[in-house]
């Protein structure tokens, strides 16, 4: 095995500040989420796709490849939500085995009370924090990295099959 490339001095220190600066934002952000509107983070990543849909709806394989969730996750979130009454399941009418997660209007009222608390707070604990150039420098980075690491890594192979996301 050759030896590893290390980091730099200058490397090692923005490699921990980045992990620091996620865990700490993402913690903060839970925290404010579900204090102003009892959601979690992961109950906001499902309502914003849907939200943003045709009709407030998306086929399970869509929603779980936009969010790089593999169909377990996807399946027991989406299960939650639905005893919740934030969203539910509809068969595909072209397509019997393809599955529809559509928000109900319950979903539908819930995000869009949460929307602008959470805007707030990312705007307050990340984005005013950052110049014009520094978004800009952080938005290429961004698309950089994850375009190199391309579709989501996770397992989700696209598959919809009413089985795979059917309440458990």
């Known amino acids: 095995m050759t030896e590893p490339r290390w980091l730099s001095d200058t490397e090692q220190r923005m490699w921990r500040a980045f992990q620091s600066l996620r865990m700490s934002l993402d ?9 102003e509107s009892g959601l979690s983070t992961a109950d906001f990543a499902v309502l914003v796709p849907l939200s943003e849909a045709p009709d407030r709806r998306l086929r399970a394989r869509d929603l779980g490849l936009q969010m790089g969730w593999d169909r377990s996750r996807l399946s027991h979130q989406i299960r939650r939500m639905e005893q919740r009454g934030l969203l539910e399941r509809t068969d595909c009418p072209t397509d ?18 949460a929307a ?9 604990h990340f984005v ?25 890594a996770d ?12 309440p458990a």
């Open 27 to 35: 913690r903060v952000l839970e925290q404010q989420l579900s204090a």
């Open 96 to 113: 019997a085995r393809g599955t529809f997660i559509q928000l109900t209007e319950l979903g539908w009222s819930t995000i869009e009370a």
């Open 128 to 152: 005013d924090l950052l110049t014009e150039d520094e978004v800009a420098s952080l938005t290429v980075i961004a698309e950089k990295v994850r375009d190199h690491l391309g579709p989501a």
């Open 116 to 124: 602008p608390f959470h805007v707030a707070a990312v705007r307050r």
């Open 155 to 166: 397992g989700c192979d696209g598959s919809d099959r009413a089985e795979d996301v059917a």
